[in-house]
């Protein structure tokens, strides 16, 4: 009987017996570990995974941690100034030993499943608190209480309507009683000389006010 297991994403054809290299697992040597991903079963009968076999496993006995062979990487870059690089690397690895192939009932069996070393996290952080959104530098100004919708005058926006309220403009009937005086002082105020009389503000005020 064989399977087809995967682990640290190869793919393997194992018998019990055989002895493989695999990518680096959390496991002490010694230790007794089972693959879970067991892709197929071959023998009397083929069974096929979609993607894996349920209830199959391939257990096996961890012989030692090893490094793979050395493997050099040269770069050159012509262009940058003919530089050149050398890298040596030898991939971290775990020598073990099949034991058993099951065909069904791993998940009662109790052996260890065999998790790659970069799997193997410490407790997860305790998420971060989110920033507090930052306040509006600027708020608006709340308008008073009862006060009038000064945006119905011609030429008023929100921004406008800011500004008068911040003034201490806040009904119809204070605008209706603006005097030639009044009119230049808050021509100067809001920065749109002529914008009052051209708008007609005061008149629109008086008929607002009744």
Not at 3 to 21: E, F, I, W
Not at 148 to 167: N, R, T
């Amino acid at each position: 009987m064989f399977a087809v297991l995967k682990t640290g994403g190869k793919q393997y054809k194992v018998q019990a017996g055989d002895v493989l290299r695999v990518e680096k697992l959390a496991a002490d040597a010694g230790e007794k570990i089972q693959f879970n991903e067991v892709l197929m079963l071959g023998g009397d009968k083929t069974v096929v995974g979609a993607p894996f076999v349920e209830g199959a496993a391939v257990q096996a006995d961890v012989i030692d941690q090893i490094k793979g062979d050395k493997l050099i990487k040269f770069v050159k870059r012509r262009r940058k100034h003919s530089s050149k690089r050398t890298v040596g690397h030898r991939q971290k690895l775990t020598l073990v030993r099949v034991t058993d192939i099951l065909a069904s009932g791993a998940d009662k069996s109790g052996v260890k499943a065999a998790i790659g070393s970069g799997s193997v996290a410490a407790a997860p952080a305790a998420p971060a608190k989110a920033a507090p959104k930052k306040a509006a530098a600027k708020k608006a100004a709340p308008a008073a209480e009862g006060a009038d919708d000064l945006k119905k005058l011609s030429g008023v926006g929100p921004a406008l309507e800011k500004k008068l309220l911040e003034a201490g403009i806040t009904s119809f009937a204070q605008i209706a009683a603006w005097t030639d005086a009044d009119i230049a002082e808050f021509d100067e105020k809001l920065s749109f000389k002529g914008r009052i009389e051209r708008e007609g503000w005061v008149e629109q005020a008086k008929d607002l006010a009744k």
